[in-house]
């Protein structure tokens, strides 16, 4: 089935110490998107990639930075993750070539959540 | 400025009973709209959309919504709820034309009793 994954599902990392975090789709959709959710809240999108032109949100904070090497990856890489950075994190495509409606809609993964010691 | 509101913040239910999760939104373009469902420790599942066509869309596990132009409306139903349904709904929308960001509500939060 093609689907949006996402590495590791949980990861646990220590104030300051870089972490990354793996989105990977077999959609082969245009657009991947990456959102921070904690908890009780609505997702908040930090950035998006359309194709390889990548889109920062205003307000999202310089710590988070984002690759995507090829199509199918993307990465989100928290330089130094401060206790305010424990969350769930959620990576999301959209956008086929074969089917243009999509890019009306984004799948989800099923999410990092991400604790900081 | 486009935004989404989720008017309950929690729906306590009876299982078995119907229920009705209310979302309105704000906009000076047309609009897509979606409901999102997010169990707990999971991502968001899409439980419907719509994009165009008719205004009653059904979705899965037995939830439907109306989208209603005039209100700014797009509420989520379901005429019997089950234990299982227990979880965090989300109402979202999209702007017509090219790829665009979703914007959330603020979720609520279903809590189906037995």
């Known amino acids: 089935d093609a689907m949006v994954i996402q590495n590791p599902r949980y990861q646990v990392t220590q104030f300051g110490k870089p972490v990354t975090l793996s989105c990977s789709q077999t959609?082969?959709?245009?657009?991947m998107y990456w959102y921070q959710q904690k908890s009780s809240q609505a997702p908040k999108l930090l950035f998006h990639?359309?194709?390889?032109?990548?889109?920062n949100e205003a307000d999202t904070p310089d710590n988070f930075q984002s690759r995507r090497p090829n199509t199918s990856f993307c990465f989100l890489d928290i330089r130094s993750p401060g206790l305010g950075d424990a969350a769930m994190y959620l990576c999301?495509?959209?956008?086929?070539?074969?089917?243009?409606?999509?890019?009306?809609?984004?799948?989800f993964g099923p999410g990092t959540r991400l604790t900081v010691l | 400025a486009q935004s989404v509101t989720q008017l309950d913040s929690q729906v306590p239910v009876f299982e078995e009973a119907p229920v009705e999760l209310r979302c309105n939104y704000s906009?000076?373009?047309?609009?897509?709209l979606f409901w999102y469902v997010q169990y707990p420790n999971q991502g968001l599942q899409l439980l419907l959309k719509?994009?165009?066509?008719?205004?009653l869309v059904k979705g899965i596990n037995g939830f439907e919504a109306e989208f209603n132009k005039s209100q700014t409306s797009f509420h989520l139903r379901k005429p019997s709820v089950h234990i299982s349904d227990t979880a965090e709904y989300f109402c979202?929308?999209?702007?017509?034309?090219?790829?665009?960001?979703?914007?959330f509500g603020a979720g609520t939060r279903l809590a189906v009793h037995p």
């Open positions: 959609l082969n959709h245009n657009v």
């Open positions: 990639y359309y194709d390889k032109d990548f889109n």
């Open positions: 906009s000076s373009v047309s609009v897509y």
């Open positions: 999301a495509t959209s956008g086929g070539l074969a089917d243009p409606s999509s890019y009306n809609e984004q799948f």
């Open positions: 719509y994009l165009s066509g008719s205004t």
């Open positions: 979202a929308v999209s702007f017509s034309g090219g790829y665009n960001k979703l914007i």
